[in-house]
Nanobody
Framework: QVQLVESGGGLVLAGESLRLSCAAS????????MGWYRQAPGKQRELVAV???????NYVDSVKGRFTISRDNAKNTVDLQMNSLKPEDTAVYYC?????????WGQGTQVTVSS
């Protein structure tokens, strides 16, 4: 059974930091491209950051320089360090794992940034 379990969301003030973590089980984690997506109320889900099996990373422009994605293949975890948070970062954040035709999602964790 595949599970992606996110943790670390919460309510913070603008300018503060949060670290999200996703623990994966039931997959060959090191073979999966892992990503963090977010969905704000009334908006489509968007890709925030992705980390490939070789460690290469990519970010949506709005978070470049503020967010950092990392993975630990020994622990089967992928983290998202979010600094200098802004109210527009408020959303439900989802962990995602992709490999070929397999595509798995976590249940999401709420991040709320208050001004």
């Amino acid at each position: 059974q595949v599970q992606l379990v996110e943790s670390g969301g919460g309510l913070v003030l603008a300018g503060e930091s949060l670290r999200l973590s996703c623990a994966a089980s039931g997959i060959a984690f090191r073979l999966y491209t892992m990503g963090w997506y977010r969905q704000a109320p009334g908006k489509q889900r968007e890709l925030v950051a992705v980390i490939f099996t070789d460690g290469f990373t990519n970010y949506v422009d709005s978070v470049k320089g503020r967010f950092t994605i990392s993975r630990d293949n020994a622990k089967n975890t992928v983290d998202l360090q979010m600094n200098s948070l802004k109210p527009e970062d408020t959303a439900v954040y989802y962990c995602n794992g992709k490999r070929m035709s397999s595509n798995y999602w976590g249940q999401g964790t709420q991040v709320t940034v208050s001004s």
